[in-house]
């Protein structure tokens, strides 16, 4: 029987429990299904890459696991609890942190700003600057220029750091590479691998697998609203070229 949800720590990565997991997951918008059962597994630590084509339910799945996408069947589970209905603001609270497709930074607000939107969590400016700067030393540099006349890679950097101030557990990434230039994706997807070293659990939705098939633990293939194969990555980058590229 599950915990109740206001009982459930941050401290959720210590837990035996996958950290995330969906199971025969349905959900959709208004009376459209477009996820039909979606089986998924996080474990603490792990970094799983969703990948498969436009249309798949990748963004939707990730919706489901920041709270903003109502699972109308199925369970979801944080760190072994049932969390089906409790709304997004809870889950970031209980450690779960998005970086949306677009990044999600104000392309008219400065860094500083940018981090200042992130104390609504409960973190402060101060210690939200500590954590970016050390990480991103480029981002002190740039601590009042505007988002938006920052390079790609450096507005990825700071979406993260918006995120990890927080301190969450698990980070919920959507489409990094997107806009972003090859080398620039795998320097991202290097700092994202060392995100886990660190203990924190990703689910990266991707749809080119290339880019972080080399740092995920395990990978899972998403089609037509269900995830069709899960497995380790290089398992599934074979299937992707055979069935899914067609090669
Ligand atoms: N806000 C919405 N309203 C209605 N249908 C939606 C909405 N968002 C997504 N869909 C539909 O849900 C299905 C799954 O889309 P989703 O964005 O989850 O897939 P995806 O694999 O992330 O694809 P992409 O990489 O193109 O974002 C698609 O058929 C899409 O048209």
Redesign the pocket.
């Known amino acids: 029987m599950s915990a109740p949800v206001d009982e459930m720590s941050n401290s959720t990565a210590a837990h035996q429990d996958p950290i995330l997991e969906l199971s025969g997951v349905r959900a959709?918008?208004?009376p459209?299904e477009?996820l039909h059962g979606v089986d998924l597994t996080v474990q603490p630590g792990a970094v799983v890459a969703l990948l498969?084509?436009?249309?798949?339910?990748?963004?939707?799945?990730l919706?489901i696991c920041s709270g903003i996408l109502p699972v109308t069947g199925g369970e979801f589970r944080l760190a072994g609890r049932c969390v089906n209905g409790v709304d997004a603001a809870t889950l970031a609270k209980l450690g779960v942190c998005t970086i949306p497709?677009g990044r999600g930074v104000f392309a008219n607000l400065t860094v500083r700003e940018n981090l200042w939107v992130a104390t609504g969590t409960g973190t402060s400016l101060k210690d939200l600057e500590e954590v970016a700067y050390e990480r991103f030393p480029i981002l002190g540099k740039r601590r009042s220029q505007l988002a938006g006349s920052m390079s790609g890679g450096e507005q990825q950097m700071l979406a993260l750091s918006r995120a990890l101030g927080t301190a969450p557990t698990v980070l919920l990434l959507?489409?990094l590479s997107m806009g972003l230039a090859p080398r620039v994706v795998t320097e991202m997807y290097d700092i994202v691998g060392g995100l886990a070293a660190e203990g924190l659990s990703i689910l990266v939705?991707e749809?080119f697998a290339r880019a972080v098939l080399p740092i995920a633990t395990s990978a899972a293939l998403?089609l037509q609203?269900r995830v069709v194969k899960t497995g380790n990555p290089a398992d599934i980058d074979s299937e992707l070229s055979t069935s899914y590229l067609g090669g």
Do not use: C, F, H, L
Not at 52 to 61: A, C, I, L, Q, R
């Open positions: 959709g918008y208004g459209i477009v498969g084509p436009n249309g798949g339910g990748k963004t939707s799945t919706k497709e959507d489409e939705a749809q998403m609203g």
